[in-house]
């Protein structure tokens, strides 16, 4: 048997491990810190969407509508989130808008229409308090404050008529239309028209050009669309003046003038004519509800069609209705 013994310096060996052991702690150390701080910064981005989609509802609360996540980030599906209540966040500020303007308008309406009612009402009490009193000693008074009476209750019931057609129309209705000829309504209109000018010409076109075209709509409410602008002429139209209903083709659309020679409109209130209870100066205030214009211009647009004017102080006005006409 023999014995071999094999030695060698272990130092370097046992440093080189040491050196080894404290990188790898101190490496370990240094890459735990910098995974740590890395995935805080990830986490971070990846939920700073929902910290503004939090703040952003919160606004809301606050009816704070125009604020948006407004989000820059990649694509994902927080990216998708963000996107898509921003889109949802437009339509609720457009809609909450809606909501004021027609709350608004609603509130001007029963006041002006309060307004309106009230100075009729105010006229037939102070008549039948005089009535009261007086009896039948003066029959000459008692007439007049009953013409007065029957003047007001007429004028009541056109207005409270005219609001119906107002309220219809702010209720969406659904107009009933049908084919009806140019012909028979322009006729029917003009033939109404001719009974209620009294102390002004009125004069009609030959509407037999229009044989054979059609027309889709609601023949009483086009009527109706008709007369306004004739009595509205017929009203602003001194006696011995001239109110003519014309009518002509313009392309796919009938073309129909209401034209008189009356006192006119001022360029600085055209634009306004059409609105409800809209009145122009004390020449044009006449004893109308305010609201005929605005119940024209309802039933042209709910004909798919339109309605201007063109006028000049002490020179008359025409107003133009344009309609379209069925395809052949």
Do not use: C
């Amino acid at each position: 048997m023999g014995v071999v013994e094999v030695g060698g310096i272990r130092g370097p060996t046992e440093a080189a491990l040491k050196r080894l052991r404290l990188l790898l702690l101190f490496g370990g150390g240094i890459t735990l810190i910098l995974a740590g701080t890395l995935g805080w910064l990830l986490a971070g981005a990846a939920l700073r969407p929902i910290d503004r989609i939090t703040e952003t509802a919160s606004a809301i609360q606050a009816k704070d509508l125009s604020r948006r996540i407004n989000y820059s980030g990649p694509g994902d599906e927080v990216g998708r989130l963000a996107g898509t209540l921003d889109n949802m966040l437009e339509r609720l500020q457009e809609a909450y808008h809606g909501l004021e303007k027609a709350e608004a308008a609603q509130r001007r309406f029963v006041s002006d229409a309060s307004h309106e009612l009230r100075t009729p009402l105010t006229t037939i009490r102070g008549n039948v308090e005089l009535l009261r009193k007086m009896g039948d000693a003066d029959p000459v008074t008692r007439a007049e404050a009953l013409a007065d009476i029957a003047g007001e209750a007429e004028r009541m019931s056109r207005l409270v008529a005219d609001l119906l057609v107002l309220a219809r129309a702010d209720s969406k209705l659904e107009l009933k239309k049908e084919e009806i000829s140019p012909v028979a309504l322009l006729t029917d209109a003009a033939r109404t028209g001719l009974t209620l000018s009294e102390k002004v010409s009125f004069l009609a076109g030959d509407f037999s050009i229009f044989e054979g075209y059609k027309l889709v709509g609601d023949a009483d409410y086009l009527k109706q669309l008709f007369l306004i602008l004739i009595e509205n002429a017929f009203k602003y139209t001194p006696a011995g003046g001239e109110v003519r209903l014309e009518a002509r083709l313009n392309g796919s659309f009938l073309e129909v003038h209401v034209i008189d020679d009356g006192i006119g409109i001022a360029q600085s209130e055209q634009p306004y004519i059409f609105e409800r209870f809209y009145r122009a100066d004390q020449a044009r205030s006449g004893e109308g509800t305010g609201l005929g214009l605005a119940i024209a211009r309802w039933i042209a647009t709910e004909h798919r069609g339109t309605i201007s004017v063109e006028s000049k102080v002490g020179e008359g006005s025409t107003f133009t209705v344009q309609l379209p006409l069925a395809q052949p």
